[in-house]
């Protein structure tokens, strides 16, 4: 039986009905150090105590982050596979896994199992995936951070701990597939998309059209297609796409904040026409201008954006 090393940490928590009517409650915690592979772990309760040889199967769900040393990882929906430092391994529930270190070494890794509807609907919207559960998100800062807050407030349980411990999942599981996502993208050119986004949310009230981006981008020296490539890595939009959906939030502002007509409206962000301000707007909302000027005025608000 392996003995928890003073550096480690594993905490495991009650949830109650009002903790799953959060949607996303955390089950467990903990920061990891194994000396050596094969060595039993019982200071895990059942059902997340287990051996290599007969793997396990969790109801829930679980995010590991290698931060030291390599191993392998196995599930029913992937088959065996080396992980190591820099890494983030996915759990999902219902499905068969297993991982250990390599023989004669070590590695540490933070962990988080965690259920509710919330990483359902992420299973089902494909934001993560049973047959993709290892993403290279190299030694992230970001990441690090998160879950050390985590761990954080497991020790010190704040008043709403367990909502709180839900925020920093949702960090977690974002920083990591954004990490992800930019591993393949150098450096200068993430710099470069970042500049790029600053660029053009300064021009909110203005139409920046396919010349103009083609400008755009040969300032920061990318070809057009380059820049396209790069920039809906760094941001899951097209730069056209993203600009809009900028211009689309600061008409809802001076919908809701002034007395401006929507043809006023239309012409302050340098529309085409307040048709094609109209059709843009409802395109990206699901509603009229006018309409969710109106709704803005109610007590519930207006509707929620589907977009923008």
């Not at 299973?123 to 985590?150: C, H, M, N, W």
């Amino acid at each position: 039986m392996r003995r928890i090393a003073k550096d480690e940490y594993l905490r495991y928590f009650p949830i109650s009905q009002r903790d799953q009517q959060w949607d996303l409650y955390v089950t467990g915690v903990g920061r990891i150090v194994h000396a050596r592979p094969g060595t039993p772990d019982r200071a895990h309760p059942a059902p997340y105590y287990y051996v290599w040889e007969s793997g396990r199967v969790l109801g829930e769900f679980g995010v590991l982050y290698i931060t030291q040393g390599e191993g392998e990882f196995e599930s029913q929906a992937t088959g065996r596979q080396s992980v190591g430092a820099g890494m983030v391994v996915l759990l999902f529930t219902g499905v068969w896994h297993r991982y250990r270190p390599r023989e004669q070494t070590y590695w540490t890794y933070y962990w988080a199992h965690f259920g509710g509807g919330y990483p359902e609907r992420l299973v089902g919207r494909k934001f993560i995936s049973p047959q993709r559960p290892i993403l290279k998100t190299g030694l992230d800062e970001t990441l690090l951070r998160s879950y050390v807050a985590l761990l954080e407030r497991a020790r010190s349980e704040p008043p709403g701990f367990q909502q709180l411990m839900a925020g920093n999942i949702v960090e977690i599981l974002g920083a990591a597939l954004a990490a992800a996502r930019g591993q393949g993208t150098p450096k200068r050119l993430n710099a470069l998309a970042r500049k790029a986004t600053l660029i053009l949310q300064q021009r909110t009230e203005s139409e920046v059209d396919t010349r103009q981006m083609k400008r755009l981008a040969a300032s920061l020296g990318l070809s057009y297609d380059r820049f396209r490539h790069v920039f809906k890595e760094h941001t899951g939009l097209g730069p056209h796409q993203y600009h809009l959906q900028l211009r689309i939030r600061r008409a809802k502002e001076l919908l809701c904040g002034t007395d401006l007509s929507i043809k006023e409206v239309s012409a302050v962000l340098k529309f085409e026409d307040p048709y094609y301000f109209s059709k843009a707007f409802k395109k990206k909302t699901g509603t009229s201008p006018s309409q969710w000027r109106k709704a803005a005025q109610l007590p519930d608000g207006p509707p929620p954006a589907d977009d923008a």
